[in-house]
């Protein structure tokens, strides 16, 4: 069954798991980290199951997670789970929640936003690939929300002068 089929969460529920995961962010970064911040979220839409921060440059919160949760839940359980997570997936951590089995994803803002904040930082460089784009060239239809207009301005926030003061 396709995660689509069951109902979603609430907008108040993204808005409350979204800022979730900005807490996340903002406990990365304040361990010197990139301020990403990801969560897994039960079929309930209100359990967290697990938390995750950026780590570095190649372990990305989102990726870091999905292999976590591969390895700790069955995938029929994952296909009815969320991956709740700051900003648009990259494609690296797209491949990996899709291969988690992972079935839906929900970002705050896009890649698009983030590349308008980082510009070509070397920390940072962006690629221009949608996740949508990398789910839609694989064998099961993921669902993806995002991004959540109502809370982007704050999750652009967080990272407001963060990229300006790295080097």
């Known amino acids: ?4 089929a069951e109902d979603g969460p609430s907008l108040q529920q993204q808005v409350a798991l979204l800022r979730r995961a900005d807490a996340v962010a903002r406990r990365a970064m304040a361990m010197g980290r990139h301020p990403f911040g990801a969560v ?3 079929p309930d ?3 967290v199951l697990a938390e995750q921060g950026n780590i570095d440059t190649v372990h990305h ?3 870091t997670l999905a292999r976590h949760a591969s390895l700790n839940w069955p995938a029929d359980f994952l296909w009815r789970c969320t991956l709740v997570t700051t900003f648009e997936p990259c494609a690296m951590c797209a491949g990996t929640i ?3 089995h ?3 994803v929900m970002f705050g803002a896009s890649e698009e936003a983030l590349l308008a904040l980082t510009g ?3 920390d ?3 690629l221009s690939l949608p996740c949508r784009e990398v789910f839609a060239r694989g064998q099961k239809q993921l669902t993806v929300i995002g991004p959540v207009a109502e809370v982007q301005g704050e999750l652009l926030q967080t990272h407001q002068g963060f990229w300006s003061t790295r080097s």
């Not at 069954?1 to 689509?4: G, K, N």
């Open 102 to 104: 992972i079935g839906r």
């Open 98 to 100: 899709y291969w988690a």
């Open 61 to 63: 919160a989102e990726a």
């Open 45 to 47: 839409h209100e359990t």
């Open 1 to 4: 069954m396709s995660p689509a």
């Open 120 to 122: 070509s930082h070397p």
């Open 40 to 42: 897994l979220v039960a």
């Open 124 to 126: 940072n460089p962006t």
